[in-house]
C-alpha cells in the first residue's frame, strides 16, 4: 500500500529508464521478465503509460475478488483487471492471510477465477517464524500449495507462479540462506509433482521473496529450484528495483 497514481506511474517511467539502460549493457533482458503490481488506485494510470518502444514491463494488480461482479462492495473483479489487461494478479499474500482472513479455500477460489480469465496467478506461500522453528514450515507450505491447487488441471499449471515468502522475512531485512530457501521450494516441487507429474513440478516458476535486494539476488538465483523474485520494499524506488533486474540475470 504504496504510491499514488501519480507517484506510482513516475516510478515506472523511472523504471523504464534503468531497464533501458540494462538492456543495452551488453548481457541485455534476456531471459528476465519484470511484472510490476502496484495499488488498485494506479492500475489504469500505468497500463497508459507502459511504453512499447523501452524494455517491456507487464502489468499485474495485487489482490481480486474470485466472483465477475456482485454485490461486494469495496473488491474488484477479474474482469475488471483483464480490461485494464493485467496479465498478472498475486493471490494469498501472506499479509492478506493474516490481515484479512484469506484461507486455502477463497485463494483457491481467486486462483480458478484469475485463470478462467486468462490471467496468471502468483500464489503466494509461507511459513511463520514459530511454524518454522518448529519444524513445521515444510507441511503448513505443503497443505498451502495443495488447497491453493485444488481441482486444478495440468494445463492450468502451465500459466501459473508460485512465490514463497516465509512471513518472518517480509519487510523485517532479515532473509532465508539461499539454500534454505531452495530447499523449501524444493519442496514445493515435490508437493506439485504429488498432486500432478514431475514435468509440472519442475516447469512451474516458483519465486523467492522476503528482503530481495540488489545485493542478495545473485545469490537466490544461482539456486537451481529458485526462478525469480516476489519483489516488496526494494521495489519503491526504480534504481533498487533496476538493480535486482540486473544482478538476476543468470550468468
Same mark, same amino acid.
Do not use: W, Y
Given at each position: 500500500m504504496y504510491k499514488t497514481a501519480k507517484e506510482a506511474v513516475f516510478l515506472v517511467q523511472e523504471l523504464e529508464d534503468e531497464l533501458d539502460g540494462i538492456a543495452t549493457d551488453g548481457t541485455g533482458l534476456a531471459g528476465v521478465e519484470v511484472i510490476v503490481c502496484p495499488p488498485l488506485t494506479a492500475l489504469k494510470s500505468i497500463y497508459t503509460v507502459l511504453g512499447q518502444d523501452k524494455p517491456p514491463i507487464k502489468l499485474g494488480a495485487q489482490n481480486m475478488h474470485w466472483e465477475d461482479e456482485g454485490a461486494y462492495t469495496g473488491e474488484v473483479s477479474p474482469v475488471m483487471l483483464k480490461d485494464l489487461e493485467c496479465e498478472f494478479v498475486i493471490i494469498g499474500h501472506s499479509e492478506r492471510r493474516m490481515y484479512f482472513g484469506e484461507t486455502d479455500e477463497t485463494v483457491n477460489?481467486? $486462483?480458478? #477465477? /484469475?485463470?478462467?480469465?486468462?490471467? @496468471?496467478? %502468483?500464489? =503466494? =506461500?509461507?511459513?511463520?517464524?514459530?511454524?518454522?522453528?518448529?519444524?513445521?514450515?515444510? #507441511? !503448513?507450505? +505443503?497443505?498451502? %500449495?495443495?488447497?491453493? @491447487?485444488?481441482?486444478?488441471?495440468?494445463?492450468?499449471?502451465?500459466?501459473f507462479i508460485i512465490a514463497y515468502e516465509p512471513i518472518w522475512a517480509i519487510g523485517t531485512g532479515k532473509t532465508a540462506l539461499p539454500e534454505d530457501a531452495n530447499s523449501i521450494i524444493s519442496h514445493i516441487r515435490k508437493v506439485l509433482a504429488s498432486r500432478f507429474d514431475e514435468e509440472i513440478a519442475k516447469a512451474v516458476p516458483v519465486l523467492y521473496g522476503g528482503? $530481495?535486494?540488489? +545485493?542478495?539476488? /545473485?545469490? !537466490?538465483?544461482a539456486e537451481p529450484d529458485i526462478n525469480g523474485a516476489l519483489v516488496g520494499g526494494a521495489s519503491l524506488e526504480a534504481e533498487s528495483f533496476a538493480s535486482i533486474v540486473r544482478n538476476a540475470r543468470k550468468q
Open positions: 477460489k481467486k $486462483v480458478k #477465477a /484469475a485463470l478462467a480469465h486468462d490471467i @496468471t496467478p %502468483i500464489m =503466494c =506461500c509461507g511459513e511463520s517464524l514459530e511454524q518454522r522453528e518448529s519444524g513445521q514450515a515444510e #507441511a !503448513f507450505i +505443503g497443505s498451502q %500449495i495443495l488447497g491453493g @491447487t485444488e481441482g486444478l488441471s495440468e494445463s492450468d499449471m502451465k500459466d528482503s $530481495v535486494k540488489g +545485493g542478495n539476488i /545473485a545469490e !537466490f538465483m
